[in-house]
C-alpha cells in the first residue's frame, strides 16, 4: 500500500502531458502529422490556426527520453500557443519578425523548463493560406523538403538548436508553395533509422518525395513511415520516427 501510494504521488507531481494536436482545416491545402506508433523520445508536433489566413505549426525534437523531456514539451507547446497566437494575429504582421520572435521565446522557454543546456531542434512555420506563402525558421533541425513540379528543394537550417544559449535566435526565411507543392518535416529518428551499419538518410526521403504522388497530406506521411519500415525491415522503435506535411491543392489559386 505504501508503494503504491508512493508511486501515485510521484506520478501526480509530474509536469501535464502536451495538449493533443488538432490541426485544423486548411483552405486550399491540407496538413497532416503522424507519429511511428507511441512517442518515446522527445519529438513533439503542433498545429494551430493564428488568423483567419494563417495557420503555425511546428515540429520539435529536443533531446532525450520521454521523461526526461516531458516538461520541455509541455512548456514550449505553451509557449508556441500563446505567444505565436499573440504575434500572428494582426492582419498587418510582418511574419519574420514574429517568427524571430516566436523562436526567441521557444528558446528561452526550453532553457527554463530543463533549467540547463539542453539541445532541442525545432522547425516552426507560419502558413499563409491566401498567398500559398511559408515563413518560418529551422533551428538545427533536419532540413525542411519542398517538392513542387520540377524538384526537391532542401530547406537547411537557419540558426542553432533551441536551448544552447540564451540569446540565440534563427533567422526567418520564406518558401511559396506553388498549386500541388508540398513541404515536408521528418525528425531525425527518420534519417538515423539504420539496416546494419547503414542509414536512411535524408537522400531516400528525398527521392521518396521526388516519385511518390501528393494526393494528401497523410499519403505524403505515410509513405515516408513505410519507406523507413521497409528499410530497416522491422518496426523503427530505435527513436521517436515522426512526419509533418503540409500539401496544396493543385485546384490553389497561383
Known amino acids: 500500500m505504501h508503494s503504491l501510494l508512493a508511486r501515485n504521488e510521484a506520478s501526480s507531481s509530474l509536469p501535464p ?14 496538413m497532416a502529422a503522424i507519429y511511428y506508433g507511441q512517442r518515446q523520445a522527445g519529438d513533439f508536433y503542433d498545429c494551430i490556426r493564428v488568423h483567419p489566413e494563417r495557420v503555425l505549426f511546428g515540429l520539435l ?17 505553451r509557449t508556441f500557443r500563446t505567444v505565436g497566437s499573440s504575434l500572428f494575429e494582426k492582419d498587418d504582421v510582418n511574419e519574420a519578425e514574429a517568427m524571430i520572435e516566436l523562436c526567441l521565446q521557444l528558446n528561452r522557454t526550453v532553457l527554463d523548463a530543463a533549467q540547463r543546456v539542453h539541445a532541442c531542434p525545432a522547425f516552426a512555420g507560419c502558413y499563409n493560406e491566401s498567398l500559398g506563402i511559408v515563413c518560418y525558421f529551422n533551428a538545427g533541425h533536419t532540413p525542411g523538403l519542398a517538392r513542387d513540379h520540377a524538384r526537391v528543394t532542401e530547406l537547411p537550417a537557419t540558426g542553432l538548436p533551441l536551448g544552447l544559449f540564451s540569446h540565440a535566435t534563427s533567422d526567418a526565411s520564406m518558401i511559396a508553395l506553388e498549386p500541388g507543392a508540398t513541404l515536408l518535416l521528418v525528425s531525425r529518428g527518420v534519417i538515423e533509422g539504420k539496416r546494419k551499419a547503414e542509414e536512411f538518410g535524408l537522400e531516400r526521403v528525398k527521392e521518396g518525395l521526388q516519385r511518390g504522388p501528393a ?29 509533418l506535411a503540409l500539401v496544396r491543392s493543385a485546384a490553389a489559386q497561383p
Open 215 to 243: 494526393e494528401s497530406a497523410k499519403e505524403v506521411c505515410l509513405a515516408v513511415l513505410d519507406g523507413i519500415r521497409q528499410f530497416m525491415g522491422t518496426a523503427p522503435t530505435h527513436d521517436d520516427v515522426t512526419t
Open 17 to 30: 502531458e502536451p495538449a493533443r494536436a488538432e490541426i485544423p482545416k486548411l483552405h486550399g491545402a491540407g
Open 61 to 77: 525534437d529536443a533531446a532525450g527520453g520521454l521523461a526526461e523531456t516531458r516538461a520541455i514539451v509541455s512548456a514550449a507547446q
